[in-house]
C-alpha cells in the first residue's frame, strides 16, 4: 500500500511542477519583454531629441540668414536695349531711294544689297 500512496503523489507533484515551471517561464518572458519596451522608449526618446534639436537649429540658421546681409546676391537682369525702329514710311521711303540709286548706276549691286541690310538691319 506504501506503493501506491507514493503513485498518487506524484501525478499532483509532475501537475505542480510544471505549474510552476510556466509561471517562471511567463514571469520571464513578461520581464524580458518590460525590458525590451523600456529599452526602445529610449532609443525613441533620443533619437525624437536628436530630431528636435536639428530642427531647432535649422529654424535658428533660416532666421539668421533672413536677417543677415546677404552674402551673394545675383546681378541684375540685363536687357537688351530697345532698337528704335524708323516709321515703316520713312523705311519704304529710304528703300525707294536706294533703288532708285540703284537704278540710276550710282550704286553697285554690292553697295546697293549692303546699303539695304543696313537699312533693315537698323
Not at 532698337?83 to 548706276?105: F, I, K, Y
Request: zero cysteines.
Amino acid at each position: 500500500m506504501m506503493r501506491r500512496r507514493a503513485m498518487m503523489g506524484r501525478p499532483v507533484a509532475n501537475v505542480g511542477r510544471a505549474v510552476v515551471g510556466t509561471a517562471v517561464v511567463a514571469g520571464t518572458a513578461g520581464a524580458v519583454h518590460h525590458h525590451q519596451q523600456k529599452k526602445w522608449a529610449q532609443k525613441d526618446a533620443a533619437a525624437q531629441q536628436q530630431y528636435d534639436q536639428a530642427y531647432q537649429q535649422g529654424a535658428a540658421d533660416a532666421q539668421a540668414q533672413q536677417y543677415a546681409s546677404p552674402q551673394y546676391a545675383p546681378p541684375p537682369p540685363q536687357y537688351a536695349t530697345p532698337v528704335e525702329q524708323a516709321p515703316a514710311s520713312d523705311m519704304t521711303a529710304q528703300l525707294q531711294q536706294l533703288a532708285q540709286l540703284h537704278q540710276t548706276g550710282v550704286l553697285t549691286d554690292e553697295e546697293f544689297a549692303s546699303a539695304k541690310q543696313k537699312l533693315l538691319a537698323s
